[in-house]
């Protein structure tokens, strides 16, 4: 599973370099500290042991004698002696067996040694068997190492790493707060909604990229406030002489009626291009959807289009569940998409509404039984402008199914377009449901 988070991938960098600290603390101290001293030890021992043990140039008389004098010299430093049958030698036998100590004792005393060690009740212990010795068993208690001492080692290891996974988990939300304000604030202009400015506060880069959101936001909302001027200016200026013509075409002498009729007719077009165009800039505030029957818009568009020149079929999905939308914005659409079929069809259409098997969207699907589109002209009809092939004709102003497209982007629904097997083109527009995340 990949990790997209920056806070997650931060924390798991610290982490891991976390771990390979300790881990190389550990390597440190075993091979720089540990092992000299054990090597050490290893030599100061086996100093000890060759007392008892004598060398090869004193005699077996010497050896008897000093032995005794030996031996208690080594049982003042805790080194007891025990025979292979005694009940302690067990211990030996169930003991971990230590090559390094091993190899090293071998080479000092110069005799095949085996060195184990055991945990005992109040140390540990060293338990060694020499071939010099048969039939022996050397026992040294380490009185100065207990395994009390190495939970203090554990303990305060798991502390510090504890500390510093908590100071690094503070740091990186510290730093990544501001992003994630400018996360938010991102979503809310995808929404439509223009923050106010953000704090500039953080890293350098982020207190750049924290200027350049609230320099974009403020560049948003210029352009929204144009566009706002551009749509009051249109409804304005534009409309205002084209009643003028309107009324003064009306007043025409009867005589002139042919050409009054034209100029009423291009008024009228005239008309219909600005309302699309406003249409299409238009933006939805989402703080004032409410639930949408799509069953009752339907009904209400075909049933206002339904006439002598076109039948519309119409299979309603009952009972179906309310979409969240505006109901103006959404009724639009639909009416966008009949007239499309009604336009460009051969005087059949179909009219379906529907919900998924998952109930988080409702549809409404409309067919015709029109030319269609070539496959690789259909996602351009999405595009402003665009009217579609010549087989469909060149009717409108190209803005119909990218008012559809923004209306349903703007209610976080889908518009599919692909032509039915039959002939003819078949439109889907989702709109999600009441409640659905």
């Not at 395994?147 to 939300?173: H, K, Q």
């Not at 009217?387 to 060149?394: E, F």
Request: glycine share 8%; net charge negative; charged share 20%.
């Amino acid at each position: 599973m990949r990790i997209t988070s920056s806070f997650t991938q931060s924390i798991f960098i610290f982490f891991f370099l976390l771990i390979a600290s300790q881990i190389y603390s550990y390597y440190a101290v075993i091979n720089y500290a540990l092992m000299p001293s054990l090597q050490q030890f290893n030599k100061i021992l086996g100093h000890e042991i060759s007392l008892m043990l004598g060398d090869s140039a004193n005699t077996e008389q010497q050896l008897q004698m000093d032995a005794p004098l030996r031996r208690r010299v080594l049982e003042q430093l805790g080194v007891t002696i025990h025979s292979e049958e005694s009940p302690m030698a067990g211990e030996y036998e169930h003991g971990m067996r230590i090559d390094l100590m091993s190899e090293e004792m071998s080479k000092e005393l110069g005799t095949q040694t085996d060195v184990r060690m055991t945990l005992g009740s109040d140390s540990y212990i060293l338990w060694m068997k020499i071939d010099a010795l048969p039939g022996s068993i050397l026992r040294i208690p380490l009185s100065e190492l207990h395994e009390d001492d190495f939970a203090p080692l554990f303990r305060n290891s798991l502390l510090v790493a504890l500390l510093i996974v908590v100071g690094v988990w503070l740091f990186v939300r510290l730093q990544n707060r501001p992003l994630i304000a400018l996360e938010k604030a991102a979503k809310g202009v995808g929404k439509g909604k223009i923050p106010p400015p953000l704090p500039v506060k953080g890293a350098s880069e982020i207190r750049a990229v924290t200027r350049a959101f609230n320099q974009m936001a403020k560049g948003i909302q210029a352009l929204e406030e144009d566009r706002t001027l551009l749509m009051a200016g249109i409804s304005h200026d534009l409309r205002t002489p084209l009643t003028r013509i309107r009324l003064a075409t009306e007043m025409m002498s009867p005589q002139d009626n042919y050409l009054a009729e034209g100029i009423i007719s291009d008024t009228e077009e005239c008309n219909q291009i600005i309302s699309q165009f406003m249409d299409y800039l238009k933006p939805v505030d989402r703080e004032t959807f409410v639930a949408v029957n799509l069953n009752e818009i339907v009904h209400e568009v075909t049933s206002a289009e339904d006439g002598h020149k076109v039948k519309i079929e119409t299979r309603y999905h009952d009972p179906i569940k309310h979409a969240h939308g505006s109901p103006i914005a959404i009724k639009r659409a639909i009416t966008n998409l009949v007239i499309n079929a009604i336009r460009y069809g051969n005087g059949w259409i179909k009219v379906t509404t529907g919900v998924t098997a998952d109930n988080t969207l409702v549809w409404v699907c409309v067919e015709d039984d029109g030319p269609g589109i070539e496959e690789t002209k259909i996602e351009k009809l999405f595009e402003p402008f665009t009217r579609g092939d010549t087989a469909r004709g060149s009717e409108g102003t190209g803005l119909g199914l990218a008012i559809v497209k923004r209306i349903a982007n703007q209610h976080r629904g889908s518009v599919t377009i692909n032509n039915r097997s039959n002939g003819g083109l078949r439109v889907q527009i989702s709109f999600p449901t009441l409640g659905a995340k």
